[in-house]
């Protein structure tokens, strides 16, 4: 997640606690580069393939880093590693977190970097089974655990953040216009709400497939009565698919990034905290439609500095990454130990049962289920 394309004066907002001395002083946590505490991510200790010369010293320096469009963390955090590490890193962005799972795929054994972050739980299963990560188990902060994965998946990928995919509304349009906002998911398939939903498609998002296995969750596969029923009555009712969060957020939703025409959108609960006027926020997300989506970090096979990638991850679990991600990123970190912004409290709820499945049944039905998706929604 999340927020490349939300308002300036709300990046500016949020990126100024850090930017002022590396501390966000509105969660009373103080991330300091000093107070970061890398375990084995010294440049004397970090030696791997590829990294070092025959007296230990490091050579590469530079590890490189792949991830989504969404990222956005503060170069002092940045910075803050390569004071602990010596290595510097370079970003390489591309796509939804969705694009970058099948890129990973595509790539496999001449990666485009070191590291990856921004594999979610709904593609984890693809990228583990893939075999483009190299075996990695860095020491976990307290509450992490609980997120960590199991099968194929277990030994490669490191969890750093999570979130809840859930369907958002504009209040403020509703109350102009003096309708009811929906309820849940059954309201969007009703002619009140023809034509006001934007969603990222399940083939090339992450949300979207979180979406899409909420709706699984919710309606089964009943061939009367199931999902790909649910999801041919959405399509009728005039429901626009995107390829990414970002366009169906910053192009088409009317309280996101542009002027858009559609006040329902598929975000995360954590999307009211962007659209705080006058001390209150102008949307919300509807609690009974979560998806809980988890994100994840991994050593790329075949990158030129492996060493490097793991010392990132290793400082991704640190306090000052994970103190840095809820005001950048808009996701929980998973270090229950980290404070979070201000007004978290007041603007983000999260849901107390969210919609799920066991991840095996998503390694095991993913590609069954994208491909009648496909055919639900063409």
Not at 217 to 230: E, I, M, P, R, V
């Amino acid at each position: 997640m999340k927020y490349t394309k939300m308002s300036t004066a709300a990046v500016l907002a949020m990126t100024m606690p850090v930017l002022a001395g590396c501390s966000l002083s509105s969660t009373g946590a103080s991330p300091t580069a000093s107070g970061a505490k890398v375990s084995g991510a010294s440049t004397t200790g970090a030696k791997g393939s590829g990294s070092t010369g025959s007296g230990g010293a490091v050579t590469n320096k530079n590890v490189v880093l792949v991830t989504h469009d969404s990222w956005a963390v503060p170069k002092p955090v940045l910075a803050a590693f390569t004071k602990e590490t010596g290595y510097k890193v370079t970003v390489r962005a591309s796509g939804d977190a969705g694009q970058l799972s099948n890129s990973l795929v595509l790539t496999k054994g001449n990666p485009t970097g070191d590291v990856v972050f921004g594999v979610d739980n709904t593609f984890a299963s693809r990228v583990a089974k893939a075999g483009v990560l190299e075996s990695y188990s860095p020491k976990l902060p307290a509450g992490a655990a609980k997120y960590a994965l199991t099968g194929a998946a277990a030994p490669v990928l490191t969890p750093i953040d999570f979130s809840d995919v859930c369907v958002n509304v504009d209040d403020a349009w509703f109350t102009a216009k003096g309708k009811t906002p929906p309820a849940g998911l059954d309201d969007l398939t009703k002619p009140a709400y023809k034509g006001l939903f934007v969603s990222p498609g399940a083939a090339t998002s992450s949300p979207g497939m979180a979406f899409l296995l909420a709706t699984i969750a919710k309606y089964g596969d009943s061939k009367q009565d199931g999902w790909q029923q649910y999801w041919k009555k959405l399509m009728a009712n005039g429901t626009k698919l995107t390829s990414g969060w970002s366009d169906a957020w910053g192009v088409d939703y009317t309280a996101g990034g542009g002027n858009g025409s559609r006040p329902i959108v598929l975000s995360y609960n954590t999307s009211p905290a962007d659209t705080v006027k006058a001390g209150k926020s102008t949307t919300s997300a509807l609690m009974n439609t979560c998806f809980q989506e988890q994100e994840y970090a991994g050593v790329l096979k075949g990158g030129k500095n492996s060493a490097g990638a793991k010392a990132f991850i290793q400082f991704m679990l640190g306090k000052t990454f994970q103190a840095a991600m809820p005001a950048n990123m808009y996701v929980f970190p998973v270090d229950a130990s980290v404070a979070l912004p201000a007004g978290w409290n007041s603007y983000v709820k999260t849901p107390a049962k969210p919609l799920s499945i066991p991840a095996a049944q998503i390694s095991d039905q993913r590609d069954t289920w994208i491909t009648q998706w496909q055919n639900a929604t063409s």
